[in-house]
């Protein structure tokens, strides 16, 4: 166990662009490892349905270019977890690739560990047959429907196969990972260099998202694990960590302020210190870890129609003041027309509560003006325009009570009117799953490249 281990993270979501010059100082403080995520699910599911990624080809070779180069410079092992955003096979076959084209550029020769975390759907079935899968939140039950109507379903992978393939790889050089929980590779190095599993959790918890946790908010950040505690510094001078933004993103993206679960286990934040060292750095301590059965995190999502929209702008004071029932009404004439084809009709008033939908709590506000999207899905692309059309010429000309103006109800900023956004894909598969062992579902590959 080394006196300290120190991660170094230059952003929170590969792809998003990092300045150098603050990278490069993180290099100068000798860091161990470099890890950076790729993945999220906070951009949808069309990732996983399409097989798109979050960021471009040429975002994602250029950072990993940079984070090679550097790897290699420093002898340091470099960890790129949920390849293309959603961690299928096929990006993590894609991130490989582009390893492979950037050592052949720079004539570089490294051990590259490839780890895949697609568990099958026939796997997925028996252990739905067993009762061994839970909704994870508040989704419907899982059924055979969902498994089969999934284009690709992934599962967020643990420690444990980062742990295998350094202990049986131990001059691993690169490893790219398919889904992985977003704190996994920043624990699973401090675990593997024999830091309590509770400061790695946490650490890893916090630095995933970069230096998000400072204030402002930056990009790079480097964490150092002790013994009995860990310390957080963003490396761009011009930010620093206090006890209360480190506190504060601590509960970031959480269900409960203490309890935090993940693949095999619960982190226990209720007994944590945050003390502040210097002007920019806070030191975490009292984290504890839990061990419980061990789940992971299933995602799949499936393609549910075509969308279109049409953006209007509203300023008429009178119809503001009636807007619900308005468009309730206007839902009704176009849903009713379109029933038998299988038509959604939603819309969003930005302005009134268009953000918090049902929960905005300001409720009596009266806005100046609103802007209303009408939003339509339905089986193809030409019910669905049709739909957004007819619920446009309605807003536009139906009567209102103490209506002045006749010229038109809404204000039209886009043409074509209804503008058609693709296909529309929806989670139907977000659930937990048992396993027999924690490696069984994320089979591995090593290259000599």
Excluded at 149 to 157: E, G, K
Aim: glycine share 8%; net charge negative.
């Amino acid at each position: 166990m080394k006196r300290e281990l120190r991660i170094l993270t230059p952003l929170g979501m590969l792809g998003y662009g990092f300045p150098i010059q603050w990278f490069e100082k993180g290099l100068e403080m000798e860091p161990h490892a470099i890890t950076v995520d790729a993945g999220s699910t906070d951009s949808g599911p069309q990732k996983l349905a399409l097989g798109l990624m979050t960021c471009s080809y040429e975002a994602y070779y250029e950072e990993i270019e940079i984070l090679l180069l550097a790897g290699q410079r420093k002898h340091i092992p470099v960890f790129i977890s949920s390849a293309g955003g959603d961690g299928s096979n096929i990006h993590v076959d894609l991130f490989v690739q582009i390893v492979e084209d950037i050592c052949a550029k720079h004539d570089l020769h490294l051990k590259l560990g490839v780890i895949y975390s697609e568990p099958g759907k026939d796997l997925i079935r028996e252990r739905l047959k067993e009762g061994r899968i839970s909704p994870c939140g508040p989704v419907p039950q899982l059924t055979e429907e969902d498994i089969n109507d999934a284009t690709v379903i992934v599962a967020q992978m643990g420690v444990e196969p980062y742990l295998k393939m350094l202990d049986e790889h131990p001059d691993i050089d690169v490893i790219i990972s398919g889904r992985t929980y977003d704190p996994v590779p920043i624990a699973a190095f401090g675990i593997k260099n024999g830091y309590d599993p509770a400061l790695c959790w946490h650490m890893g918890k916090i630095m995933e998202c970069g230096a998000l946790c400072a204030t402002p908010a930056g990009k790079s950040i480097l964490g150092t694990l002790t013994e009995d505690s860990f310390t957080l510094e963003p490396l761009n001078p011009k930010e620093r960590c206090t006890p209360y933004s480190v506190a504060a993103h601590t509960m970031y993206e959480k269900s409960h302020p203490y309890y935090l679960p993940g693949p095999g286990g619960r982190l226990d934040l209720s007994g944590c210190s945050f003390e502040q060292v210097n002007d920019r750095v806070v030191r975490v301590s009292g984290s504890r870890f839990e061990p419980t059965t061990y789940t992971v995190k299933l995602e799949g999502s499936k393609v549910a129609g075509e969308r279109a929209i049409c953006v209007g702008g509203i300023r008429d004071p009178i119809l503001i003041s009636q807007i619900d029932p308005f468009l309730d009404k206007v839902k009704k004439d176009v849903l009713e027309e379109y029933a038998e084809m299988g038509g959604v009709l939603l819309f969003h008033i930005y302005g009134k509560n268009g953000v918090m939908g049902v929960l905005e709590p300001n409720k009596d506000h009266v806005p100046l003006e609103l802007c209303v999207i009408i939003e339509t899905v339905a089986p193809t692309e030409k019910i669905a325009i049709n739909m957004c059309n007819r619920a446009r010429v309605n807003m536009l000309h139906y009567d209102y009570e103490g209506r002045i103006a006749t010229a038109g109800n809404i204000a039209l900023p886009f043409t074509p009117l209804e503008i058609p956004l693709g296909k529309v894909c929806e989670f139907n598969v977000y659930h937990t799953m048992e396993l027999n062992d924690s490696c069984e579902v994320f089979p591995m590959k090593v290259l000599e490249i």
